[in-house]
């Protein structure tokens, strides 16, 4: 069964960087597609960029397209997600999945189930 550690969160500045990651123990990262989430204070998750298996495809929210990369490290078994140019409507806590993704899905990376999680991190982006 995977197992996903997430690490790097943290506080920083408007503007500031920061890299997450997101460690898979049990799985091959690069057979699955990873996707990062995000839940802010009162608001829905929605996600933030994912990382298919059909050739490192990858879709980025809206919100964070320029600003936000997510890439694959296959030595380390981990996927990064590095967060550039930070906002403070970027808070929010931050959650890496896998999905198997048996099929390519025409419409992106983000309609796979994600069926195992990590276990979050906190992002806080100060004005």
């Known amino acids: 069964q995977a197992q996903l550690v997430q690490s790097g969160g943290g506080s920083v500045q408007s503007g500031g960087s920061l890299r997450l990651s997101c460690a898979a123990s049990?799985?091959?990262?690069?057979?699955?597609?990873v996707g990062w989430f995000r839940q802010g204070p009162g608001k829905e998750r929605e996600g933030v960029a994912c990382?298919?298996?059909?050739?490192?495809?990858?879709n980025y929210g809206d919100s964070v397209k320029g600003r936000f990369t997510v890439s694959r490290d296959l030595a380390q078994n981990t996927v990064y997600l590095q967060m550039n140019n930070l906002k403070p409507e970027d808070t929010a806590v931050y959650y890496c999945?896998?999905?198997?993704?048996?099929?390519?899905?025409?419409?992106?990376?983000?309609?796979?189930?994600?069926?195992?999680w990590g276990q979050g991190t906190q992002v806080t982006v100060s004005s």
């Open positions: 999945a896998t999905d198997p993704a048996l099929y390519i899905d025409p419409g992106g990376c983000f309609n796979y189930k994600y069926d195992s």
């Open positions: 049990g799985i091959t990262l690069d057979y699955y597609a």
């Open positions: 990382i298919s298996n059909d050739n490192d495809r990858t």
